[in-house]
T-cell receptor
């Protein structure tokens, strides 16, 4: 299995509080992604990174920020959590389509509930 | 713009029937990659296949087969002789090689295999 770990796996937080989710990889892959999964919407890309300190917005980036100071860690921050950010969050990694890789590897997911 | 459409939200078939999951994509690139992932009830995302835009050969893997047609921008997935264990949500995804390997998913198709 690919070395990718998400933490925490479950979190309940109050509206208005900041929350940081961590994605850690041991594969030294260049690309890292954050998705959220909601019923009826599938997997939607929040932010992604194509290298250390290189990040870009995805489809649903409002209310989220990210940072990647090391190859192995990609942090997703909800500056002020809202109930609409209740979701399951997935991190993914990949070496890039220019390589011989065959897949993007996904973490186990983080279930976040904002009350 | 990069887009993946899975028009079938939910499908139910009786065990041993064949079933095809549709995937239609939009891209401006000539070089791109298509994926299928499976998400069983346990929640993890399982890679099934990757296909690049230069390889239009259909692929068969056991009971699974994929039909890639660039002329109709489709990458359909067929399960032959379905089994209850095939019950899952299936996602189709697209990556445009020059756009920093951003991977965009469709909304998924929930497949129920009835015993």
């Amino acid at each position: 299995d690919a070395g990718i770990t998400q933490s925490p796996r479950h979190k309940v937080t109050e509206t208005g509080t900041p929350v940081t989710l961590r994605c850690h990889q041991t594969e030294n892959h260049r690309y890292m992604y954050w998705y959220r999964q909601d019923p009826g919407h599938g997997l939607r890309l929040i932010h992604y990174s194509y290298g250390v300190k290189d990040t870009d917005k995805g489809e649903v980036s409002d209310g989220y920020s990210v940072s990647r100071s090391k190859t192995e860690d990609f942090l997703l921050t909800l500056e002020s959590a809202t109930s609409s950010q209740t979701s399951v969050y997935f991190c993914a990694i990949s070496p890039g389509t220019g390589t011989q890789y065959t897949e993007a590897f996904f973490g186990q997911g983080t279930r976040l509930t904002v009350v | 713009a990069q887009k993946v459409t899975q028009a079938q939200t939910e499908i139910s078939v009786v065990e041993k029937e064949d079933v095809t999951l549709d995937c239609v994509y939009e891209t401006r690139d000539t070089t791109y990659y298509l994926f299928w992932y499976k998400q069983p009830p346990s929640g993890e995302l399982v890679f099934l296949i990757r296909r690049n835009s230069f390889d239009e050969q259909n692929e068969i893997s056991g009971r699974y087969s994929w039909n890639f047609q660039k002329s109709t921008s489709s990458f359909n997935f067929t399960i032959t002789a379905s089994q209850v264990v095939d019950s899952a949500v299936y996602f189709c995804a697209l990556s445009e090689a020059w756009r920093d390997d951003k991977i965009i998913f469709g909304k998924g198709t929930r497949l129920h295999i009835l015993p």
